[in-house]
């Protein structure tokens, strides 16, 4: 069974800061591509960031110079450091591992069943 678990979402006025952990310590598969994402309830799930083995990482637009996705290979885990939150940042927040290797390790969903998902954690940024 696959086992991603997302934790250290909450509630965070505008311009604050969160860290979103994702732990993989019972995990087998490829973490080639690690990422986190994020859906609205009523609209389609958008990534937010990647991360792959060498360490490089990628970004939406909406969110670069303010989030940061890291992991800690040691810890088996990957963080999305959320800073100057913004209100349109509320969502569902996925964290997720690519099943294959093909292709560039980039935060763009395409289908849902090439990743391997966690049970989400809910953001909501308040003004």
């Known amino acids: 069974q696959v086992q991603l678990v997302e934790s250290g979402g909450g509630s965070v006025q505008s311009g604050g800061s969160l860290r979103l952990s994702c732990s993989f310590r019972d995990y087998t598969d490829s973490r080639s591509c690690v990422g986190w994402f994020r859906r609205v309830l009523g609209k389609e799930r958008e990534g937010v960031a990647t991360?792959?083995?060498?360490?490089?990482?990628r970004y939406a637009d909406s969110v670069k110079g303010r989030f940061t996705i890291s992991q800690d290979n040691a810890e088996n885990s990957v963080y999305l450091q959320m800073n100057n939150v913004k209100p349109e940042d509320t969502a569902m927040y996925y964290c997720?591992?690519?099943?294959?290797?093909?292709?560039?390790?980039?935060?763009?969903?395409?289908?849902?069943?090439?990743?391997?998902w966690g049970q989400g954690t809910q953001v909501t940024v308040s003004s």
């Open positions: 997720a591992a690519r099943k294959h290797s093909r292709g560039a390790c980039t935060p763009e969903v395409g289908a849902l069943l090439d990743w391997n």
């Open positions: 991360i792959d083995v060498r360490e490089n990482t």
